[in-house]
């Protein structure tokens, strides 16, 4: 994949770029795992124009246009009106985003590239919720995975005593941490998304043009994640909004839950009505 010519790199560079990323050789070209990381950099809610300027290293102005342009008219990410990119040609047509700028952000995004999904013992876990699961096991104690997770007091019990774990096999060879423990910290793993992602006091949004504060957007969010389908049934959705929900599993943010198929507003109303009775 090239992402433009000579000529026109010149061209953009001279109209719109810094002079360090003025382009006299070769475009960049990205081979589709980086470029698949690159993407998955630039439309992480945890990335911010101050990740992409400290960290990553972007001249502040490509930082800036990058996140203005994902986050849409109303610079809130996530929110409806959000435009997250889908290519590298999309990157490359932002404002003072040329060769430079795509090289280190394919140089950040695979060093920091994130943990391969697992299946273990018969239980998937997406790359996101093995990320969000050893973060949250390696941090919490005791109590917090007994009381607030839901694991057996054994199992509970068994985990802090061999961290930190760097995969998920690692989790499912300490005592007493079976299928169904694996189960259950891969239900909560959108808690600690939140947390790790910085979002526990920034969910709040319209959502399929419904409105939901941050402790709602967040019971919310817990609710399409692991209630069952009675129980959302139960508490008012549709049937057909309720199965939309469950199969779109998994969600690590109430953005994915209102953009999964077969979700629109009707469900999203239900769902808040669930997550306030729930608060």
Not at 70 to 99: I, Q, W
Not at 230 to 254: D, H, I
Request: negative net charge; glycine residues 8%.
């Amino acid at each position: 994949m090239r992402f433009r010519s000579i000529a026109f790199a010149l061209a953009f560079a001279t109209a719109c770029g810094p002079a360090d990323d003025l382009e006299t050789q070769e475009p960049v070209v990205l081979p589709a795992d980086e470029a698949r990381l690159v993407l998955a950099l630039v439309n992480d809610p945890r990335t911010t124009v101050e990740l992409l300027d400290r960290d990553v290293e972007l001249e502040r102005r490509a930082a800036e246009n990058l996140i203005a342009y994902r986050s849409g008219p109303d610079g809130v990410y996530p929110s409806d009106d959000d435009r997250p990119f889908r290519t590298v040609d999309d990157l490359d047509a932002v404002p003072y985003v040329g060769d430079v700028a795509l090289t280190r952000l394919r140089d950040y995004a695979v060093t920091h590239a994130p943990p391969p999904a697992e299946t273990v013992e018969g239980v998937v876990f997406t790359s996101e919720q093995v990320a969000a699961v050893l973060y949250g096991v390696n941090g919490a104690s005791t109590e917090e995975l007994d009381v607030e997770v839901g694991l057996a007091a054994d199992a509970a019990a068994a985990l802090p005593a061999r961290r930190p774990y760097m995969s998920i096999g690692a989790l499912a060879a300490v005592a007493n941490v079976g299928s169904d423990a694996l189960a259950t910290l891969r239900d909560h793993a959108v808690v600690w998304a939140a947390e790790l992602s910085g979002a526990v006091s920034g969910m709040a949004g319209v959502y399929d043009g419904v409105t939901f504060d941050d402790e709602t957007a967040q019971a919310a969010l817990a609710a399409a994640q692991t209630a069952t389908l009675a129980q959302l049934q139960a508490a008012g959705l549709a049937t057909t909004g309720a199965k939309s929900l469950v199969a779109g599993r998994p969600y690590l943010t109430l953005q994915q839950v209102a953009a999964a198929s077969g979700v629109g507003q009707a469900t999203m109303a239900a769902l808040r009505g669930y997550a306030e009775d729930l608060l």
